[in-house]
């Protein structure tokens, strides 16, 4: 008889008890309630009346400037500790710095406006339908009894346009193609153009103006029948000289964010160099390089010193570039701010206004063109996505 043992079943494990999981800490937390206001704002009231009670009680400081700057450290401190306790530090430091980066823009923009209301109190009772269709012609430079005429700016209007188009036919492509050159193509002068472009980006406006000066205007020119020394083409390459680095340097940045992928798939498939910079880099980068351009044109149609010893000033219409001094809003604006009489000083706030508005305009419209263009390829896009 074999003997036969009870084989007991092997001990069923018991699980251990699992931890409660922590909860996920929020690196970032972009819903604002309403306990989160009022630590903003409670911080912000107790950073100025702690700032009031040390300097205007406590001690003898004083200044606008040094209480605002305490202020806004001593602000953000408070809200930093305040949001360390509350929510932990990487909360806290990303509020700090949401707030500093909007202090920042604040900062900017607070002194953008009040230019922009000082424009506006000091030009706006001049602006009328006779202002961009008269020029100076009549008008006497001391005020005369019995004269009323104060002229209007369309000879400056005209001037600028004119100086700046001419520019812009020469900088823009020039500058492109500059960027192009340093990012996409290369060689071995790619160093030395950057060397130029560089310094040429921290050349005085003024030296734009004398160097035109020095070769067009009692140079070149003398020896060219159709062209006089002072005109507006004198002004206008003096402007695309600034032109060219600003536009360059953009452009670059702008080239650089553009996928290095659509470059090789484009190669993949066949396309010469030439090809693929044409019809897949520079439509990707279109925004941003419209956005250069009218940078470096807003930047350009602002300038003074190098009008100075170009196209001379006109008082006068004179519409044709190639002849005679013209006129430009800001050189007119320069010319009579600094008159002893009340009307051309006003005539010359008038004149700054209407040059911050086509610039505005210049922006707005680059940003429109920009946008349609982009979101008329991105809907294309999907709707091909969509029959496929």
């Known amino acids: 008889m074999t003997d036969t043992t009870l084989l007991a079943p092997p001990p069923i494990p018991v699980p251990e008890p699992e931890e409660p999981a922590a909860p996920p800490v929020p690196r970032r937390s972009r819903d604002l309630r309403t306990e989160d206001v009022g630590v903003l704002i409670g911080s912000a009231l107790a950073a100025v009346a702690a ?4 300097f205007y009680q406590l001690t003898l400081l004083s200044g606008a400037f ?3 700057v305490c202020t806004v450290a001593l602000f953000l401190v408070l809200y930093w500790s305040v949001n360390l306790q509350l929510h932990g530090r990487l909360v806290a430091s990303d509020r700090l710095l949401s ?3 909007g202090l920042g823009a604040m900062s900017l923009a607070i002194p953008l406006a009040f230019m922009m209301g000082f424009l506006v109190v000091k030009g706006w009772h001049l602006l009328s339908a006779h202002l961009f269709v008269e020029d100076l012609k009549g008008v006497p430079v001391i005020p005369v009894a019995g004269v009323n005429k104060t002229g209007g700016l369309a ?3 005209v001037g600028t346009l004119e100086q700046v188009g001419i520019a812009a036919l ?3 492509p020039a500058g492109v193609m500059t960027a192009v050159f340093l990012h996409e193509v290369g060689g071995r002068f790619t160093r030395t153009v950057r060397t130029v472009v560089t310094a040429m980006s921290g050349l005085p406006s003024i030296m734009a103006g004398l160097f035109i000066y020095t070769i067009w205007v009692i140079g070149i020119s003398r020896h060219i029948p159709f062209v006089q020394s002072y005109s507006g083409l004198a002004g206008a390459m003096a402007l695309a000289i600034l032109l060219v680095p600003s ?4 452009t670059e940045e702008v080239l650089k964010v553009v996928p290095g992928g659509l470059r090789e798939a484009s190669m993949a498939l066949g396309a010469p160099q030439w090809r693929t910079v044409w019809s897949v880099v520079l439509p990707t980068a279109r925004t941003g390089i419209l956005t250069a351009v009218v940078l470096g044109i807003a930047r350009a149609v602002g300038e003074t010193a190098p009008l100075l010893f170009t196209i001379f000033g006109n008082t006068v219409m004179n519409a044709d570039p190639l002849h005679g001094p013209q006129e430009s809003l800001p050189l007119f604006i320069w010319s009579n701010v600094k008159s002893s009489y009340p009307a051309r000083i006003n005539l010359a706030y008038t004149a700054a206004l209407v040059l911050v508005i086509i610039v505005l305009f210049l922006f ?6 920009g946008g349609t263009r982009g979101t008329g390829r991105v809907r294309s896009s999907k709707k091909r ?3 496929t």
């Open 99 to 101: 707030v500093a980066v």
């Open 170 to 172: 020469f900088g823009v």
């Open 364 to 369: 707005t419209l680059a940003r429109v063109l």
């Open 155 to 157: 000879h400056a209007i």
């Open 51 to 54: 700032v009031w009670l040390v």
């Open 385 to 387: 996505q969509v029959a």
């Open 247 to 250: 536009i360059t340097r953009t």
């Open 66 to 68: 040094g209480f605002v």
